[in-house]
């Protein structure tokens, strides 16, 4: 153990002094922030920092780690050999359509094939009232920047989309998170925050909802609830933007219908292909009322003149020829296999005191540690232990959710599923006894808002 | 020696593998830039026989935390006769520990903080409240708890009160089983350079360091724009003269070889008290070293360059 040493003055040795005096030249000094547009960078990237959370996902891709982190689906199972026919009959015959600049809105064929898609929820649309948008998250994009003014409030479940979150807050959004139950959103909580925010003067914009396996939570939403939310947001005069990237990915019943399939006026639905065929594609859209959805392309040829024309003329031929309901009949059985390894390795392995959701689909499950633990903080205790996951924290706006973690179940093996939870459950016994030996206080401490992983982590 | 085939490894599986891989894409410019072919490797287990087919060319080991600056990895090294720019696996060990380094530098003459450290399993045996309050009324506050082994800032905390020790102590184990708890030295932050291409330890001008958040933390390192450095640091001469013996005796009394960094802190008297010594100096875009090179007129891709070419020369690392 060391003692203490004071500040004692110093005896330079003689070479030291004569190395030292040979760098010693007069030279020209640098005060540098190392970042010469500092000063000029917009309001609205000013909390954008380096954190440590997110670097330490950066070990999330490396095989001797089980990432329960990331959010990649596993699309190993893909007719890769049939999708390259395709692909190169598609360049030979239609190349210099499919390669060329298309329309804003994105390519009619597809626009009627995406209303075939989502009629398996319910929902009637019209080809003409569809967007194409660079995976949904531009449609969460375009649809934030055509309504959000600094300042103006989006209510969001509790917890909510990391992605989302961001995007808020790049356009200067006040995130106003609403309770959750297992059944969804709290009825009596989304009235609650409605009259709470105009009471203080300020504007509700829309509320954000992912009523189907909601990223992070697992939750789904009921056909009741989903009612009773339509309800409250029309007398309120509320839009609905609905976030629907794992609906067809319900994996013990029948797709629940959407919210937008009863409420055609006061929706803006968002859907994607990215979960359902594969994400690299970026082709997702916004089904939105006439007047919205206008505003959506004016956006749309502004932000990129028009989405990926090249994606949506794969994705057309892949729905046109391929057997794709079946193809997502194959993901459900493979992701279902995924799902059960990860209830039964919690079961097998989570220390007392943790519980966790039951996801009847999409990808994630939501833990809620014993009290007093942080996930934030333990971490790095778990990539020592080569297991990874996303702290609780990001999907909030508001720094709570130190308690949680979510655990995704969509790309590792359900034998890798079973050995991560097997880690972490060592990873909790430890930070638990110690915990116990401090003492701890169980009060959760709040966080800045987290980043959670890149797109590319597994 | 330009034209020379290196190896610059970097990630790893440490806490600091996205620190490493950015310090690793920066070195590998520069000794591109210099001439050289470079081959960029993580650490695998096919990583060995990597290092064979190419030849053993000279590897320069980036990787920050854990095995890549512990010692454990250049011990591999070592054993598979590849020659390497750097200290040794036995130095590396010394000084990658906080809770060897900062009594052995102190041993040698050097102003270092108090210190305490303590394995968690201690706190476990002993009671954590008896040696909680023994800890407060030992140092002081505030006090700083530091994993003592780990980089880049990562679970360290500055504590004020004794009610937030037991949080700071719980957050440091979960980086490592031994924390090391220092009494704060507060005054200028300031990092030096030493590098040495042959004839003995250099110090480069010392790279002051402000961080507009007032804590030098992880986002403080790494997010461009958020902290202010000054390259040479605006010190007297004479303060200067004291802060390049101190990087030179903390180089020399650890047995470092090659380059390392010494962070310290200038108190008000101008005496430079250590903090650590680090044996895999970020070379990030946003690290002091870079800017410490720049400013004694010298080039990232030169000095790595001479390093290698002197490592070739020295042939295996031990």
């Given at each position: 153990m060391a003692s203490e040493v004071a500040c004692t003055s110093i005896v330079p040795t003689s070479p030291s002094l004569r190395q030292t005096s040979r760098v010693s030249l007069p030279l020209p000094r640098r005060d540098t922030r190392l970042d010469r547009y500092v000063e000029t960078y917009a309001e609205r990237t000013h909390g954008l920092k380096v954190s440590a959370v997110r670097a330490l996902f950066s070990v999330a891709n490396r095989p001797e780690v089980v990432s329960l982190a990331g959010g990649m689906p596993n699309i190993s199972d893909l007719p890769l050999d049939v999708i390259g026919e395709r692909v190169a009959e598609l360049i030979a015959t239609q190349g210099t359509r499919a390669m060329q600049y298309g329309s804003g809105q994105g390519e009619e064929p597809i626009r009627e094939q995406i209303c075939e898609v989502m009629s398996l929820e319910g929902i009637t649309g019209h080809p003409d009232d569809v967007t194409i948008t660079t995976g949904s998250q531009q449609a969460l994009d375009l649809v934030t920047r055509t309504f959000i003014d600094p300042g103006d409030v989006i209510l969001a479940e509790a917890p909510s989309y990391v992605g989302a979150l961001g995007t808020f807050q790049a356009y200067q959004a006040q995130v106003v998170h609403v309770a959750m139950d297992d059944e969804g959103i709290e009825p009596e909580a989304l009235l609650g925050a409605i009259r709470s925010v105009r009471a203080q003067g300020r504007k509700v914009k829309f509320l954000y909802t992912i009523p189907n396996f909601n990223n992070p939570s697992g939750i789904l939403t009921t056909l009741e609830r989903r009612h009773e939310v339509a309800r409250i947001c029309r007398e309120e005069n509320v839009l609905v933007v609905e976030d629907n990237p794992y609906g067809l990915l319900s994996l013990d019943a029948d797709p629940v219908p959407a919210i937008r399939s009863f409420d055609a006026e006061n929706v803006v639905y968002l859907g994607s292909f990215s979960k359902t065929f594969a994400p690299g594609f970026r082709v997702g859209w916004a089904l939105?009322?006439?007047?919205?959805?206008?505003?959506?392309?004016?956006?749309?040829?502004?932000?990129?003149?028009?989405?990926?024309?090249?994606?949506?003329?794969?994705?057309?031929?892949?729905?046109?020829?391929?057997?794709?309901?079946?193809?997502?009949?194959?993901?459900?059985?493979?992701?279902?296999?995924?799902?059960?390894?990860?209830?039964?390795?919690?079961?097998?392995?989570?220390?007392?005191?943790?519980?966790?959701?039951h996801p009847k689909g999409g990808f994630f499950v939501w833990v809620t540690l014993p009290e007093g633990l942080d996930a934030q903080a333990l971490l790095p205790r778990a990539v020592t232990n080569r297991v990874a996951y996303v702290p609780g924290t990001a999907f909030y706006a508001d720094g709570l959710g130190s308690r949680n973690m979510r655990l995704s179940y969509c790309f590792p093996t359900p034998e890798r599923i079973l050995e991560g939870t097997r880690r972490l459950g060592e990873v909790l016994d430890a930070e638990l006894e110690i915990h116990s030996m401090f003492g701890l206080e169980s009060t959760p401490h709040p966080h800045d808002l987290a980043a959670g992983p890149g797109p590319d982590v597994s | 020696m330009s034209g020379e085939a290196v190896v610059v490894l970097s990630g790893g599986l440490s806490h600091e593998r996205d620190v490493s891989l950015r310090s690793g894409r920066r070195a590998s410019q520069a000794l591109r830039d210099a001439g050289h072919e470079v081959h960029e490797l993580d650490v695998s287990s096919s990583l060995l026989a990597q290092l064979i087919e190419l030849g053993k060319p000279v590897v320069v080991p980036l990787l920050h935390g854990g095995a890549g600056e512990d010692g454990a990895l250049r011990q591999a090294l070592e054993l598979a006769d590849v020659p390497y720019v750097g200290s040794v696996s036995a130095a590396c060990r010394v000084a990658f520990d906080k809770a060897i380094a900062t009594p052995r530098v102190a041993a040698a003459g050097w102003a270092t903080p108090a210190q305490i450290a303590l394995p968690d399993d201690m706190f476990r045996e002993l009671g954590a409240p008896t040696l909680v309050r023994a800890l407060g009324a030992h140092l002081g506050f505030p006090m700083m708890v530091k994993p003592a082994r780990s980089g880049s800032a990562l679970g360290c905390a500055k504590v004020d009160r004794i009610e937030d020790l037991p949080a700071a102590m719980v957050q440091a184990y979960a980086y490592g089983g031994v924390a090391v708890i220092e009494r704060f030295v507060s005054g200028r932050e300031v990092a030096v350079a030493v590098i040495d291409t042959g004839d003995g330890p250099v110090a480069l001008p010392a790279v002051e360091i402000i961080p507009d958040s007032g804590v030098y933390d992880y986002s403080a390192r790494y997010t461009a724009g958020a902290t202010r450095f000054i390259a040479p640091a605006g010190l007297e001469p004479d303060v200067a003269a004291r802060c390049a013996e101190l990087a030179i005796g903390a180089h020399t009394s650890l047995g470092l070889r090659d380059l390392s960094r010494t962070d310290l802190i200038i108190v008000t008297d101008g005496t430079p008290v250590f903090l650590e010594a680090n044996v895999a100096p970020g070379l990030t875009e946003t690290s002091t070293m870079p800017l410490a090179m720049e400013a004694a007129d010298l080039e990232l891709g030169t000095v790595l360059s001479q390093l290698v070419a002197q490592a070739r020369e020295r042939g295996t690392g031990a």
């Open positions: 939105a009322p006439h007047a919205v959805r206008e505003k959506l392309v004016l956006a749309q040829e502004s932000a990129t003149l028009c989405p990926p024309v090249f994606s949506q003329f794969v994705i057309s031929a892949y729905l046109a020829n391929w057997d794709w309901k079946n193809q997502i009949t194959v993901f459900k059985d493979m992701y279902r296999a995924r799902r059960d390894a990860m209830m039964d390795g919690l079961a097998a392995h989570m220390p007392e005191g943790t519980t966790w959701t | -």
